[in-house]
């Protein structure tokens, strides 16, 4: 039972710790930016606060010329 309650526990922290990771701030030109870790942050800097896409890492990626 104390296992069933630990596995059920740490599931929770896990799950808890990667939602933070699933929303990143977007300048006016389609960058990231990485200075802004929080909506109000990025408010600020005059961001947006925005979901992730599926591709995520390799749309924010430079394109060679």
Same mark, same amino acid.
């Given at each position: 039972?104390?296992?069933? /309650?630990?596995?059920?526990?740490?599931?929770?922290?896990? #799950?808890? +710790? /990667?939602?933070? #990771?699933? %929303?990143?701030c977007m300048n006016s030109d389609?960058?990231?930016?990485? #200075? +802004?870790? #929080?909506?109000? @942050?990025?408010?600020?800097?005059?961001? %947006?606060? @925005?979901?992730?896409?599926?591709?995520?890492?390799?749309?924010?990626?430079? @394109?060679?010329?």
């Amino acid at each position: 039972m104390k296992l069933v /309650f630990a596995v059920a526990l740490a599931f929770a922290f896990s #799950s808890a +710790a /990667f939602a933070k #990771s699933k %929303k990143h701030c977007m300048n006016s030109d389609g960058t990231e930016n990485t #200075s +802004a870790a #929080s909506k109000k @942050q990025c408010k600020k800097a005059g961001g %947006k606060w @925005q979901k992730l896409k599926a591709g995520g890492a390799a749309s924010t990626a430079t @394109q060679p010329k």
